[in-house]
């Protein structure tokens, strides 16, 4: 069995990430205690829960004081969501619920919405180009416009590239 544990700094607190024959485990008790959310109600929900009570696991980890304990984990894949689920009055498990509904709707509509705006302008940029290029032949101020409007075309180009990089970075927290 491959392992490799890894820390993660996470609103103050430290959480153990275990990487284990190709799956990431996080422990969920530093995410409670991060959120300030009551660990044991919390433990009792997930056992409970139809899905969650299914795919945690107890996995052997360093805690924070780097002491090997038994920890209540769940695939990383399953933690977002995990998170969402959580109902607590903790301010900073509401804090964090609205930073991430924030980071979902700016990437559904925000991202993907500029993005495609981007595209919209990028091809009708690339359409002026286009005409401004036959017209060079007929007058050189063409030209000078078709140049220009190449490189703002290039400028979209980088902006989209930017968009795309930066929703990969976003979605690759733990890798």
């Not at 990487?19 to 205690?33: C, E, F, M, Q, R």
């Not at 607590?88 to 925000?110: M, N, P, R, V």
Request: aromatic content about 12%; some cysteine.
């Amino acid at each position: 069995m491959n392992k490799h544990e890894e820390f993660l700094n996470f609103n103050g607190k430290s959480l153990s990430i275990l990487k284990s024959d190709g799956n990431y485990w996080v422990a969920l008790k530093p995410i409670a205690d991060a959120l300030n959310v009551n660990w044991n109600r919390l433990f009792q929900n997930i056992k409970e829960h139809k899905f969650y009570g299914r795919v945690f696991a107890i996995q052997q980890m360093h805690d924070s004081t780097n002491r090997l304990q038994k920890m209540v984990s769940l695939p990383e894949r399953y933690v977002y969501g995990w998170i969402f689920q959580i109902n607590s009055s903790s301010e900073e498990l509401a804090k964090f619920q609205q930073t991430c509904h924030d980071i979902l709707y700016d990437h559904f509509h925000g991202t993907i919405t500029r993005r495609n705006e981007l595209i919209i302008a990028k091809y009708n940029q690339d359409m002026i180009v286009a005409d401004n290029l036959e017209k060079l032949k007929e007058e050189n101020e063409f030209y000078k416009r078709a140049e220009e409007g190449k490189a703002l075309s290039r400028l979209y180009t980088r902006e989209i590239k930017k968009i795309d990089s930066d929703y990969a970075k976003q979605t690759s927290m733990f890798n």
